[in-house]
């Protein structure tokens, strides 16, 4: 019998923390360790998903994100045990020079950064989806053409509704979908990067808007 997706990818994790042979109850309990590092990641404004001490692609992307942040090569690898004391023990994000004033989309990372100047918080963190193989979200920089605040159908992909959409490279923007569901921790759009709704409102909310710069850089690598 199989194990879960889920159940076998955090077995594999305790192991390499900890080096034992995995019990029933280490399984269905993860260590308190995992736990905290997921508190971490949310103390810091890393978005992580559920907090369950679990390690799947949300926490695989807040691994990718804060290793980017604190200068490190960039990867969604499994953390080991010195990750998680490093991940305690950070108090500060740092923008890199890849960055620019603007939403910075790491496709590696499925995740956006909006560096912004002369604020208290600098910097907020967003999960988002990029576009899937053969539908590949091209990097470059842009900005962003023209905007619909509201709901708006796709004349490419009828039936694929894109809320508040921002477009920034033709037919591609970003927005947010029907469902909060369709934000992957891995590319699954068509070319377009996927937002959760309410993320969506704070760019609109917060002078997100037509001109602002949109920076997509990096490579996916499942």
């Known amino acids: 019998m199989r194990l879960p997706?889920?159940?076998?990818?955090?077995?594999?994790?305790?192991?390499?923390?900890?080096?034992?042979?995995?019990?029933?109850?280490?399984i269905t309990k993860p260590p308190i360790q995992l736990y905290e590092m997921e508190r971490d990641f949310y103390r810091l404004g890393i978005p992580t998903?559920?907090?369950?001490?679990?390690?799947?692609?949300?926490?695989?992307?807040?691994?990718?994100?804060?290793r980017e942040l604190t200068g490190q090569e960039i990867s969604r690898v499994l953390p080991s045990k010195r990750d998680i004391q490093e991940i305690a023990k950070t108090d500060q994000l740092f923008a890199t020079t890849e960055m620019r004033y603007g939403l910075n989309v790491n496709l590696q990372?499925?995740?956006?950064?909006?560096?912004?100047?002369?604020?208290?918080?600098?910097?907020?963190?967003?999960?988002?989806s990029t576009g899937r193989a053969t539908f590949e979200t091209a990097i470059g920089?842009?900005?962003?053409?023209?905007?619909?605040?509201d709901?708006?159908?796709?004349?490419?992909?009828p039936?694929?509704?894109?809320?508040?959409?921002?477009?920034?490279?033709?037919?591609?923007?970003?927005?947010?979908s029907s469902d909060d569901s369709m934000v992957q921790s891995y590319p699954a759009s068509h070319g377009c990067v996927r937002m959760m709704q309410k993320d969506v409102?704070?760019?609109?909310?917060?002078?997100?808007?037509?001109?602002?710069?949109?920076?997509i850089y990096g490579k996916w690598i499942g």
Not at 51 to 65: E, K, P
Not at 109 to 128: G, H, T
Not at 141 to 149: H, N, T
Not at 201 to 207: E, H, R, S, V
């Open 5 to 26: 997706k889920k159940v076998a990818l955090f077995s594999i994790i305790f192991v390499q923390l900890f080096s034992i042979t995995p019990t029933y109850a280490a």
């Open 49 to 66: 998903g559920k907090i369950d001490g679990v390690i799947d692609g949300q926490t695989q992307r807040a691994l990718c994100v804060w």
């Open 109 to 128: 990372c499925q995740s956006a950064i909006w560096i912004r100047e002369q604020l208290d918080n600098p910097m907020k963190i967003f999960k988002v």
């Open 141 to 149: 920089d842009y900005q962003v053409g023209w905007l619909i605040d």
């Open 151 to 157: 709901w708006y159908e796709s004349r490419t992909y």
């Open 159 to 176: 039936e694929g509704w894109m809320y508040r959409p921002q477009f920034f490279d033709r037919g591609r923007a970003l927005h947010g």
């Open 201 to 215: 409102d704070y760019l609109w909310d917060n002078g997100f808007t037509k001109g602002s710069i949109v920076n």
